[in-house]
């Protein structure tokens, strides 16, 4: 697609369940890339994936996310038994390769744990 | 460790004023990259600028400039004559290869500017 496209925009989920996020990154970018914010925060990277492959998971908060990616395409955060910390402005991007040639972002999915 | 600061938490400016938004880095790579992102109030991060660390030119894009000065680790945004349409808030962004990862940003807390009519 033209864009990066996220969804759902917004999310209200309960406590203790699960939720997924899906990502539509622009056809033919191989670096994907998946960031939080917290309300006035900045960006807290989670993820990023090269091709299929996630090569480092260390920024992911806690074994309760988890992010695949397929088809070198689409790409899905999932959180399972979410807690209120969780809310928070779940951003991707993607970009033509890892290495920084210019990064675009989604609209990103806005999750409210209640 | 790799950081971003930006200092100012907020900046209120009266439109035509020229404004600048500070942005310290720490790094302990030899190569790396510099952003800048502004995020206006519908959410969508838009990207300004990339620069490499090798390259200290100052840049001038219409009304906007930047000052990369490795002395001093700072990579800073200038706004001439800011109008509304510029009120936002404008991250500065850090990438390098860290241990062989090359694969994120590291953003600074970010910097809401409000340009008043």
Redesign the interface.
């Known amino acids: 697609g033209a864009g990066v496209s996220q969804s759902p925009s917004n999310k209200v989920t309960e406590k203790g369940k699960d939720v997924e996020l899906r990502c539509d990154p622009i056809s033919g970018h191989t670096a994907l890339y998946w960031y939080r914010q917290r309300l006035g925060q900045g960006l807290e990277f989670l993820i990023y994936f090269q091709g299929n492959s996630a090569p480092d998971k260390s920024g992911l908060p806690s074994d309760r996310f988890s992010a695949e990616r397929t088809g070198e395409s689409v790409s899905t955060l999932t959180i399972q038994r979410t807690q209120q910390e969780d809310s928070a402005v779940y951003l991707c991007a993607s970009s033509p390769q890892t290495g920084y040639y210019g990064y675009t972002f989604g609209s990103g999915t806005r999750l409210t744990v209640v | 460790a790799q950081k971003v600061t930006q200092a100012q938490t907020e900046i209120s400016v009266v439109e035509k004023e020229d404004v600048t938004l500070d942005c310290v880095y720490e790094t302990r790579d030899t190569t790396y990259?510099l952003?800048w992102?502004k995020q206006p109030p519908?959410?969508?991060?838009?990207?300004l600028i990339?620069r490499n660390s090798f390259d200290e030119q100052n840049e001038i894009s219409g009304r906007y400039s930047w000052n990369f000065q490795k002395s001093t680790s700072s990579f800073n945004f200038t706004i001439t004559a800011s109008q509304v349409v510029d009120s936002a808030v404008y991250?500065c962004?850090l990438?390098g290869d860290y241990g062989g990862?090359?694969?994120?940003?590291?953003?600074?807390?970010?910097t809401k500017l409000s340009v008043k009519p």
């Open positions: 990259y952003f992102y519908s959410g969508e991060l838009v990207f990339r991250f962004a990438g990862s090359q694969g994120n940003l590291i953003f600074g807390k970010g």
